[in-house]
């Protein structure tokens, strides 16, 4: 997003159901950090699928490995809480 107008000119509505922890976990981050949490999802996706920086691992910064570190891990809870949900789901 950084590399375009900060402002798209359309947008599409993002809809899920969370945990009322997990809502409550985003809004108050989003209100800690003075941003809505509709402008962090729009950062998010944007950062998510950026190609890989070009330079060697030896060059990436401590920060940029651990946030890829980080975002691996959330890829690992996110598949165990769809599996979760799925066997909820075909159980009833």
Known sequence: MSTSSPVPTT?????AYVSDAAHSQCHDFAAENGVSVSAL????????LQP????????????TAKVGSEIAQMVVDARKLDASRRRRNTSS
Do not use: W, Y
């Not at 947008?11 to 809809?15: E, G, I, P, T």
């Not at 950062?43 to 998510?48: A, D, F, I, R």
């Open 11 to 15: 947008r599409r509505a993002l809809h």
């Open 41 to 48: 999802l729009e950062v998010l996706g944007s950062h998510l």
């Open 52 to 63: 890989e920086s070009k330079s060697t691992p030896s060059q990436k910064s401590d920060d």
